[in-house]
C-alpha cells in the first residue's frame, strides 16, 4: 500500500536534508581552516552559510559569519572580516543572541 506524505512532512523533510547538507559543510570548513586551508574553509563556509540562509536558520548563519570573519582576519583581510562581523551582528541582535554580539565585537 502506498504511503501518502503532506505537504508539511515532505518540505519538513527538505529542510532536514539542506540543514544535514550545511551543517557537513560546516565541518568541513572547520576541519579545512584548522590544517590552515583557508581559502577551501572560506568556500565550504559560504556554502553552508547560503543553505542557513535558505532554510532561514539564522543561528547556524550566524556560526557561518563568525568563522567566515575568523577566517578572513587570518588572511589578513580585515575589512571583509569585518564586513561579515558587522552581518553577525546584525543577526545577533535580531535574535537576541547576547554571545554571538559579543563575538561579533570581539572579531
Known amino acids: 500500500m502506498p504511503v501518502a506524505f503532506t505537504a508539511s512532512q515532505v518540505l519538513a523533510q527538505t529542510v532536514n536534508e539542506r540543514k544535514a547538507e550545511a551543517d557537513r559543510l560546516f565541518q568541513q570548513g572547520i576541519k579545512q581552516f584548522n590544517t590552515s586551508q583557508f581559502e577551501a574553509a572560506l568556500q565550504s563556509w559560504r556554502q553552508a552559510r547560503m543553505i542557513y540562509r535558505?532554510?532561514?536558520d539564522r543561528q547556524s548563519e550566524g556560526?557561518?559569519?563568525v568563522n567566515l570573519g575568523v577566517a578572513y582576519r587570518n588572511?589578513?583581510?580585515y575589512a571583509k572580516a569585518i564586513e561579515y562581523s558587522q552581518q553577525l551582528l546584525a543577526i545577533a541582535t535580531q535574535i537576541k543572541d547576547r554571545q554571538s554580539e559579543w563575538l561579533a565585537?570581539?572579531?
Open 105 to 107: 565585537f570581539l572579531n
Open 75 to 77: 588572511l589578513g583581510n
Open 63 to 65: 556560526a557561518a559569519l
Open 54 to 56: 535558505e532554510i532561514k
